[in-house]
C-alpha cells in the first residue's frame, strides 16, 4: 500500500541529546514537510522540500535540521539547539501540482526528559 | 498574525444532527482551501478541499461552503455520527506562497450518541 511512514512513533531522549525522525513515502510525491503540533495548536511548518537535495525553511526552522537524498527519504533532526523540543511531529508528502492536498504519516510523539 | 481563524475551539453536536464548523480569512489571495479531520496521536487526513472559483463543494455527508466576499468558508456534516468525533483543521492555500498550507487552529467536535 502507498502511504507515509514515519518512525519512531515514540521517543525518549535525555536533553542535550540529538534525535532524527525517520519520514519515508512511496508515493513519488515530490514535496515534503515536516510540521510540530503542540497542545491546544495547530501545526507549525518546520521544514519543506520540493525536490531532491533541496529544502526550505518553515516557520520554526530553529533547533531543527533536515537532508533530501532521495526522493522518498526526507529525516528530520532535532538537536540539542531546540529550546522546547518535546511535541508531536508530522510529517507529510504532496505531489507538486496547483493544490495543497497534504498526506500525512501518523506522527512520531518525542518527548525529551 | 493569524491569516486562517478557526474562533470555535470545540462544537458538541447530538447524532443525528447537522455539525457546522466556521473558518475565516484574511489574505484574498488565497484561492484554494481544505480541510483536514485529525484524531488523536495520529496524522491529519484530507476531508474535502474548495477552489476558490467555486462557493460550494459535496462529498457525500460533507459539503464545504465558500463565501469569498466574507472570506468566510464552512463544513457541514450532515447527518453528523459519533466517529465524525475528531478535531478539524481548515487550511488555505495560494500559488503565490509556493503552495504552502495556512493552518487555522483547529476545532473540536464531539459528536454525542
Known amino acids: 500500500d502507498g502511504g507515509i511512514t514515519q518512525s519512531p512513533k515514540y521517543l525518549f531522549r535525555k536533553e542535550g541529546q540529538n534525535v532524527t525522525l525517520s519520514c519515508e513515502q512511496n508515493?513519488?510525491?515530490?514535496?515534503m514537510y515536516w510540521y510540530r503540533q503542540d497542545p491546544g495548536q495547530g501545526l507549525r511548518l518546520i521544514y519543506y522540500?520540493?525536490?531532491?537535495?533541496?529544502?526550505q525553511k518553515g516557520d520554526i526552522a530553529e533547533g531543527y535540521s533536515v537532508s533530501r537524498e532521495k526522493k522518498e527519504s526526507f529525516p528530520l533532526t532535532v538537536t540539542s539547539a531546540q529550546k522546547n523540543p518535546t511535541a508531536f511531529y508530522l510529517c507529510?508528502?504532496?505531489?507538486?501540482?496547483?493544490?495543497?492536498?497534504?498526506?500525512f504519516g501518523e506522527g512520531s510523539r518525542l518527548t525529551v526528559l | 498574525d493569524q491569516q486562517v481563524k478557526q474562533n470555535s475551539p470545540s462544537l458538541s453536536v447530538q447524532e443525528g444532527r447537522i455539525s457546522i464548523l466556521n473558518c475565516d480569512y484574511t489574505?484574498?489571495?488565497?484561492?484554494?482551501f481544505l480541510w483536514y479531520k485529525k484524531y488523536p496521536a495520529e496524522g491529519p487526513t484530507f476531508l474535502i478541499s474548495?477552489?476558490?472559483i467555486k462557493d460550494k463543494n459535496e462529498d457525500g455527508r460533507f459539503t464545504v461552503f465558500l463565501n469569498k466576499s466574507a472570506k468566510h468558508l464552512s463544513l457541514h456534516i450532515v447527518p453528523s455520527q459519533p466517529g465524525d468525533s475528531a478535531v478539524y483543521f481548515c487550511?488555505?492555500?495560494?500559488?503565490?506562497?509556493?503552495?504552502?498550507?495556512?493552518w487555522g487552529l483547529g476545532t473540536s467536535l464531539a459528536v454525542n450518541p
Open positions: 507529510a508528502s504532496s505531489r507538486l501540482v496547483l493544490t495543497g492536498e497534504l498526506f
Open positions: 508515493l513519488n510525491h515530490d514535496a
Open positions: 522540500s520540493q525536490i531532491v537535495n533541496d529544502f
Open positions: 489574505n484574498s489571495m488565497f484561492d484554494y
Open positions: 474548495i477552489s476558490s
Open positions: 487550511a488555505a492555500t495560494n500559488a503565490g506562497n509556493n503552495r504552502k498550507l495556512i
